[in-house]
């Protein structure tokens, strides 16, 4: 997909940051949109800000973990639009926990929205994807898609699922020669409201962090790519049809020193979180 003129794009999480900057972005370059969010508020300012843009645009209310509910979105952009070529499973939420003392509720609740939701969007959308001839699915995943690190170990398992769910979805669509490619996307530290909005068990307190506030903090310290930058790496990485993009220094980083040290970046991370630990306690 060498350009978006034209085409329609749906989008999930577009409330705001990186689903509210590809929502923009690809306004300008007269791509359709359909978009969706749990949050209506943030919805509806996503919306005035695309009132500038000759293309057309419908929202939808959606929570990512409802799959009925996904379904009949997908089927409700088709008949809005005429059309869908390209889903973004953006949607998705962020835990601080530990393994040992993580609430099943809590661990259900993440991995229904950002892997299950991410399944949901891409199975519901896929035969109209198929349908349209050219057809793209953007998956966001995470750098924790490509590296533990402790305290998140159930972020981590949501976003190295997507992962591998993403990258044998694409080998699949190949092997069938389907008009449909796959894009794994992993954002480093993105300049957005993830980690003040994340949940944060109180099991942490005193090991990584002084409380679930002191915890928050310190991860939007780590956002260093706007949202903006973020949305124009992944749509560039769409056009050229890459299998997976690294979005930000930090994400290539950590890419590298994963390649370089598979087992010892273990060791790296933990000694990193004890230097953390004790400047914030």
Same mark, same amino acid.
């Given at each position: ?8 794009? *749906? ?60 379904? *009949?979105?997908?089927? *409700? ?32 609740? %993440? ?49 190295? *699922? ?27 530290? %993105? ?32 956002? %260093? ?57």
């Amino acid at each position: 997909m060498k350009s978006f003129q034209d085409k329609v794009a *749906a989008i999930t999480g577009a409330g705001s940051g990186m689903g509210r900057e590809l929502a923009i972005e690809l306004a300008k370059q007269g791509c359709h949109l359909a978009l969706s969010d749990v949050n209506e508020q943030g919805l509806a300012q996503t919306m005035s800000l695309l009132k500038a843009y000759p293309v057309r645009v419908t929202s939808t209310r959606l929570d990512v973990s409802q799959r009925e509910a996904v379904y *009949a979105w997908a089927d *409700a952009v088709v008949r809005e639009h005429g059309k869908v070529n390209l889903i973004f499973n953006n949607a998705g939420v962020a835990l601080g926990s530990t393994l040992e003392g993580v609430a099943y509720e809590d661990f259900e609740w %993440i991995m229904n929205i950002n892997f299950w939701g991410v399944v949901y969007g891409s199975k519901a959308f896929l035969p109209h994807l198929r349908a349209s001839g050219d057809g793209h699915i953007i998956n966001t995943s995470s750098i924790f898609g490509l590296f533990a690190v402790p305290a998140n170990g159930c972020y981590n398992a949501s976003k190295f *699922a997507v992962r591998g769910f993403s990258e044998c979805l694409r080998q699949e669509m190949e092997l069938t020669a389907a008009p449909v490619s796959v894009t794994s996307v992993h954002p480093g530290g %993105i300049k957005t409201n993830i980690a003040q909005a994340a949940r944060m068990s109180s099991n942490l307190d005193g090991l990584l962090a002084k409380d679930g506030q002191s915890a928050r903090d310190n991860f939007d310290k780590l956002f %260093i790519t706007s949202a903006n930058r973020a949305a124009r790496i992944i749509l560039k990485a769409v056009r050229g049809n890459k299998r997976r993009v690294l979005v930000g220094p930090d994400a290539k980083f950590m890419d590298l020193l994963v390649r370089l040290l598979p087992s010892a970046y273990q060791r790296l991370v933990t000694a990193g979180a004890r230097m953390q630990a004790r400047r914030s306690l």
